[in-house]
């Protein structure tokens, strides 16, 4: 019964235009801002150090992959869950009960949806990605890096769904879905420093980024995408290069120490565990 709810949930996704529409929808935003400004921005900073070349342009298409691709694991993990909040509304929930599904293999299919598509969006929107990099003169991924990629965006997948599973168990109407889905679709890109780099930011924003677990994905997907690019672009300007990746997001100052990757993803787990054991706990209290 519960592979068959999770079949039915991933078709209504699918065949449902809007959902599938809004869940890009804040990749298609960073896109437009990185055509419009946010390319020049970076290439006229880099450019007060270093003369423009075909290097800093890839660097800067490979930080925007990063973002796109850690936006596309929020944004498609939650639009998922809008069946839920439509089932919910309908009292669809309600028919599926009178069958042999319990409540919680119901709750459980939404979150599995979530992830499948959570994972397959994410990796076409990878491939796409590599594509576009190779494209414009980049190199494909080595067999490392990949590997690296692939499990951070696991990771991404993961905590992405836990944290927009806690969201949708406080909403009980498909008006207060569409809300909060266009305020977390507008925010993300701002939360994980895409839509305006980290240095322009208020410092006090700057603290909420960093304690934002989904950021730590932009920033440790900027690691592998860049680290052959910030060699090459910043091998004469080495000064320039630790200020460009405090000041871009690609990695994080906390005082005068900079967070490393095991923290991160240290970071990221365990938060996958907290909010995984929260949402639990509203769902227990939410159908006692």
Not at 12 to 22: A, C, Q, S
Not at 36 to 44: A, C, E, G, P, T
Not at 169 to 181: D, G, M, P, R
């Amino acid at each position: 019964m519960l592979l068959s709810l999770i079949s039915r949930n991933n078709k209504v996704f699918l065949r449902n235009k809007m959902l599938v529409f809004f869940s890009l929808l804040s990749v298609l935003i960073a896109v437009g801002l990185y055509a419009i400004f946010l390319q020049k921005l970076q290439v006229d900073s880099i450019n007060q150090f270093i003369p423009v070349n075909n290097d800093i342009e890839l660097l800067v298409s490979e930080w925007m992959v990063a973002g796109i691709l850690t936006t596309t694991a929020m944004t498609s993990t939650l639009g998922v869950f809008g069946i839920y909040i439509h089932d919910l509304e309908s009292k669809r929930t309600a028919d599926f009960l009178v069958t042999s599904a319990s409540r919680f293999n119901i709750q459980l299919s939404y979150v599995f949806s979530s992830l499948i598509i959570g994972f397959a969006m994410t990796f076409v929107a990878f491939i796409c990605c590599e594509l576009f990099i190779v494209a414009i003169g980049g190199d494909i991924l080595s067999f490392v890096a990949l590997i690296k990629v692939l499990s951070l965006l696991v990771l991404a997948v993961l905590l992405s769904a836990m944290l927009n599973l806690l969201i949708v168990l406080f909403i009980n109407s498909e008006t207060a879905f569409s809300t909060v889905n266009t305020i977390i679709g507008t925010m993300i890109g701002f939360l994980c420093a895409i839509y305006v780099p980290m240095g322009v930011l208020p410092s006090a924003v700057q603290t909420v980024i960093h304690f934002f677990p989904v950021s730590h994905i932009a920033v440790l997907l900027r690691q592998v995408f860049m680290e052959q690019s910030l060699h090459s672009v910043f091998a004469d300007a080495v000064a320039y290069e630790e200020s460009y990746k405090v000041n871009f997001g690609v990695v994080y100052e906390i005082g005068d120490s900079i967070i490393s990757t095991t923290s991160s993803v240290l970071f990221i787990v365990g938060t996958i565990f907290v909010v995984g054991a929260l949402s639990a706990i509203v769902y227990k209290r939410k159908n006692k």
